[in-house]
């Protein structure tokens, strides 16, 4: 990943009073250099999408995701949001499958 990709995900991943705006970003000489180069073909491949979609499958994503949600969260609210998992997670395995979530969300309209 280049330090111009790298610079842009430290920017996103921040307090949102901090964060840079969509057209911020936009304007960020990492996307600025992608489109500089060949107007003809589309932000997205350029963007390598098939490189994007290995990486969303990787632990990588996954550690970035609970640094930015780490970084967001009111310490208040990771107690209520825990306890909504745990709820969620019937079987306990840390997880929550798609079933579950259907099941969890099912409860919520009913109630």
């Known amino acids: 990943m280049s330090s111009d990709a790298k610079d842009l995900i430290k920017k996103l991943i921040v307090r949102p009073e901090r964060r840079l705006t969509a057209?911020?970003?936009?304007?960020?000489?990492?996307?600025?250099?992608?489109?500089?180069?060949?107007?003809?073909?589309?932000?997205l491949k350029k963007l390598k999408i098939g490189n994007m979609k290995s990486f969303q499958h990787s632990q990588k994503i996954k550690?970035?995701?609970?640094?930015?949600?780490?970084?967001?969260t009111d310490p208040n609210d990771?107690?209520?949001?825990?306890?909504?998992f745990q709820e969620l997670d019937k079987n306990g395995d840390g997880?929550?499958?798609?079933?579950?979530?259907?099941?969890?969300l099912g409860e919520k309209e009913n109630a």
């Open 63 to 72: 550690q970035v995701a609970m640094m930015a949600i780490a970084v967001q």
């Open 78 to 84: 990771i107690v209520e949001l825990k306890k909504i």
């Open 23 to 43: 057209g911020e970003a936009l304007k960020h000489r990492w996307v600025r250099a992608l489109t500089k180069k060949d107007s003809d073909k589309s932000l």
């Open 95 to 104: 997880n929550i499958s798609f079933e579950e979530l259907q099941a969890g």
